[in-house]
C-alpha cells in the first residue's frame, strides 16, 4: 500500500465544505432551488452540485432569473450547456416590465434593476415556492457579504436583516424555517476570485466565451466600455462603436456591464492579469456606483 | 514583503496556489487594541487590496473615519452600512487573504463585552486565535475571556499579539512581563500552543518583517508563524466517525451513503458497524465524481457503498465496530447561550448534532461560569452570553464524543421550537457516565411532580396509543346482551390496536364497591366510583368500556358529569323485558320469587335513555357503530 496521505489543498477543502453544504440543503428542505447567473460562479457552483449527487442527478432544478438584457451569447450558452447536461432549468423573467419596455437605457440602471432583476427574483421564488434558494455569491466579493451567513435567513419578503442573524457555529447550518420564510444559502461563501478561477482551471469548466479576450464592438457609457449586443442600444450611442480587444470579469445585463481592455484569453492569462491588475472586479459593475452601501441594500431588499 | 509572485510565471504560480493550504483563523481583543490595524496590514501587505479599494479607502475615511489624515486600515474591514455609522463592527465578518505558502480565513470579531456569541462563532470553525493585548495596558479582564472562550471552543493554537510596542518604547521587560501575566492565567486552561510576539500592528514591527526596534527578539514575524504553524495533525484521524447525511438512489443497484468524513478514516474493504442499528457489513466502494477513492479522510465529503443491503438513512452512523462513540439520550455540556430572549428551562428545544434532528430538555443546569472571574454560581436559566454546564436529555438516541476529543461529533445546536432561532450551542463532556448523571428528573419536572402534574402530557399519550381516552357505558336491562358486546368490543378494539380496560358490576362490587349493597343510595355511590375510575384512565388516554344496568336517567347523567360530556359515549341495549328474561333466567326468575330486590324491570324502573348514542339489540348487535365513535374522537 502506497503512502496515505490525510491532507486537503485548500481547494478541496472548499470543495468539501461546499458539497457538504449542498447535500445538506437537499436533505433538510422541502423544495431547494439553485439560483443559475450564467457567470463563472454558478458554473462552480454547478458543478459542486454534480459533484454532490453523483452518481445520481442534481435532485432540485436550477432556475435563472433573465432580465432580457442579459448578453446574448450568456443566453446561448445557458441554453446549450443546459440541454448538454440534462438539467432540470426554470427560466423565469418579469413578463409585465418586459412587456412595458423597461431596460438600462430607458429607466436607468436602478429602476432596471429593481423590476427586472430583484422583482423578477422574488416572483420567481414565490411562484415555485422555494424554501431554500443556493446562490454562489463569495463573501470576498463586497463588503455586506463579508457578515452574511451561509445559510442566510430570508422573512417572508424575502428581506435579509444583517442585525437578526442566526448564529452559525461549526458546519451545524440551522435549517428551520415557518411556511413563507426561507434560506439563501451560498456554498461558495469562503471561495475567492482566485479559488474560483484556479478550480475552473482544474476542473475544465466550461464558461460564457465573453469572460475571454476577443476583439468587440464597445462604446464608452457611464464612464464604462460597453458592449454593442443587439439593436436595442440607442442608434447615437451605437454609431460610436469602436472594436477594441477586450473581455469581461463579470457578466449581468449587457448595458450595465463594462469590459476591460485585456489581451487574455486564456485562465492561465486572465489568472495572471488579476493578480497585477490594479483594479477590482466589482468597480467593472454600473450599478455598484450607484450607491456606496448599495449591495447592502439590495440584499436589504431580498436581492442577493 | 519580498515578492515571489512575480518571479514565478503563471503555470508556476498556479501550480503552487493548487497545493496550498488553508488556515482559518479568529481575532479577538478588546476595543482599540489594534485588531482591525492588524488585519488590515495583514490584507494590504499581502497585497491582497486591489488598488481602487484603496481609492474607496480614502474616500471613506474623509467621511466616516477617526483617524484624521492617516488612512485607516479598520476601515477597509467594516462591512455594514449602519455599524459603520455607529463606529462600531457588531457581528462576525470574514476576510481572506494569501501568500505564497498559505491562505488564509480570519474570523474578525469584535472585542466588545456582550459580544460572547460573536466570538464563539468565530471560534468554532477556527485553528488558531490570534489574541491581541494593548502593551500600555496588559492583561486585562477582558483578555482573560476571551482565552477562556477559546479554549472553551478547543482551539490549540494560541498568538498572544502584545501590540502598540511602540509606545512603551519596545521594552523587552514590559513584553515578557506581560507574558508572564498571561502565562499565569493559562494554567487553569487546556491551550497546548500558546506564541507570544511584541508588536506594532500601526508601523509593521514584528507582522510581516522583523522588527529592527525590538532585536531582543528572536521569534517569527506573525505572518511568518501563520505561514507556518502545523495544524492538520489538530483533525482526528483516529476514530471513524459517519454521520450518514444523504442517501443516494439514483438507481435500483446503486445505494450510496453520502456523508463529509466527520473524523478516522474510512477505507475500502473496512468493516463498519451502522448506528443504531448495529449491522455491520463491509464497504465497496468509495465513490466520488473525481473517481472512486481507496480511502477518505475529514474533512472529504465522499459517498459510501456498502457490500450487504442494510437499511441506513440520514442521521445514522457508520464506524468501526471496535471504535464506537457513545450512543445516548443522556449527557452533560457546556451551554453558550445564543438568544436574545432568556432561557425557558421547560421549553422542548430542537437539537441538532451532526447529521440529527431531535428534541432535548434541559434536566439541569449545574452551574454558570462567569467568563471574567471563572466564578461558578447556581442560576434557573441563562441569559444572552451566559455560560454553563447543563445535563441534557434528548428523545432520540444520539451518537457523540467528547467535545475536546471530537468537535464534529461533541458539538451541537439548539433551536427554539417556535421562533426557529438558534439558541443555544453546546459542546459535549464525557466525564461521567449517563447512569451516573443525577437530576433526571429536572428541576423544572420535580416542581410540576410536586403539585401532582405527570411528566407525560396527556397529549403524548394520546399520540403513542393513537387514541383519545374515553369512555363507553353500556346501558340496559340485566340479560340485555350488554356484556356480549362489552366483550366484543373489547376484542374489536385490541385487534385493531387500541387500549383498554373494561369494567362491569360483578367485577367492581367483587373489590372497589365490596361493603356496598343495592339500596338506592349504595347504587348511586357505586356508580359514582366506577365514574371516577372512568376519569382517572381517560386522562391517561385509556379507553373505559363500562356495563352497568344504571337504570336511572339522573345516575347517569351523574356518570357522564364526572367522566365529561366529550368523552362519554352511550350505548343502549334496546333488548326488550320478555327477551332478556330468556337470555338470563335465574336472576329475574330469583326476583319475581321475591328472593332479590331492587331488579330493573321487575320491581324497580329502567328508564329508557332519550339519546343514547347507539342503540343495538340482542339480536343485531354488532360493535362498529361504537368503533366508528371512538375513532372519531
Ligand atoms: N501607537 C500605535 N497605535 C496603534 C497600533 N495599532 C493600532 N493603533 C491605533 O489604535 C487605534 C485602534 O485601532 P483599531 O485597529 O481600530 O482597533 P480595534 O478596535 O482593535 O480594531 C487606532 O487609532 C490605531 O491607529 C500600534 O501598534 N501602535
Known sequence: MSIENYSLSHLRELEAEAIHIIREVAAEFENPVMLYSIGKDSSVMVRLAEKAFYPGKVPFPLMHIDSKWKFREMIDFRDNYAKEKGWDLIVHYNKEGFESGVGPFTHGSKVHTDIMKTQALLAGLNKHGFDAAFGGARRDEEKSR????????????????????????????????????????FPISNWTELDVWQYIRLENIPIVPLYYAKERPVVEYNGALILVDDERMPKELAAKAKMEMVRFRTLGCYPLTGAVRSEADTIEKIVEEMMTTTESERTTRVIDFDQEASMEQKKREGYF | MEDKTKALNIEEFLAQDEKKDLLRLLTAGSVDDGKSTLIGRLLFDSKRLYEDQLVALERDSKRVGHAGEKIDYALLLDGLKAEREQGITIDVAYRYFSTNRRKFIIADTPGHEQYTRNMVTGASTANLAIILVDATKGVITQTKRHTFLISL??????????????????????????????????????????????????????????????????????????????????????????PVQYVLRPEHNFRGFSAKVASGIVRKGDELMVLPSRKTSRVKEIVTYDGEQDYAFPPESVTVTLEDEIDISRGDMLVHPHNQPRVERHFEAMLVWMDENEMNPNTNFIIKQTTNLTKARIDKIRYKIDVNSMHRSEVDYFKLNEIGRVVVTTSKTLFFDAYEKNRETGSFILIDPVTHNTCAVGMIIDRVSAEDLPNRISDADRKKVAEGESLVSLKEREAKMQQKGQTI?????????????????????????????????????????KELDYSSADRAEHLRRVAEVCRLLNDQGIIVICTFISPLKDIRKQVKKIIGEDRFSLVYMSTDLETSKIHAPELYKLAEEGKLQHLAGVDSPYEIPKNPDVTLDIKTASVESIVEIIQSK
Request: proline share 3%; hydrophobic share 40%.
Open chain 2, 473 to 513: 357505558w353500556i346501558t340496559g336491562l340485566h340479560g340485555s346482551g350488554k356484556t356480549d358486546v362489552a366483550y366484543m368490543l373489547e376484542k374489536r378494539l385490541f385487534d385493531l390496536g387500541h387500549v383498554t380496560v373494561l369494567l362491569d358490576g360483578n367485577k367492581v362490587r367483587a373489590g372497589l364497591s
Open chain 1, 146 to 185: 463579508a457578515k452574511e451567513r451561509i445559510f442566510s435567513f430570508r422573512d417572508q419578503f424575502h428581506q435579509w436583516d444583517p442585525k437578526n442573524q442566526r448564529p452559525e457555529l461549526w458546519a451545524n447550518y440551522n435549517t428551520r424555517v415557518m411556511k413563507g420564510e426561507s434560506i439563501r444559502v
Open chain 2, 153 to 242: 471552543l478547543g482551539i490549540k493554537h494560541v498568538v498572544l499579539a502584545v501590540n502598540k510596542m511602540d509606545l512603551v518604547d519596545y521594552k523587552q521587560d514590559v513584553f515578557n512581563s506581560i507574558c508572564e501575566d498571561y502565562k499565569a492565567f493559562l494554567t487553569r486552561l487546556d491551550i497546548p500552543d500558546v506564541h507570544f510576539i511584541p508588536m506594532s500592528a500601526l508601523n509593521g514591527d514584528n507582522v510581516v518583517n522583523l522588527s529592527q526596534n525590538m532585536t531582543w527578539y528572536n521569534g517569527q514575524p506573525i505572518l511568518e508563524l501563520l505561514e507556518t504553524i502545523h495544524v492538520s495533525s489538530d483533525r482526528n484521524f483516529t476514530d471513524l466517525r459517519y
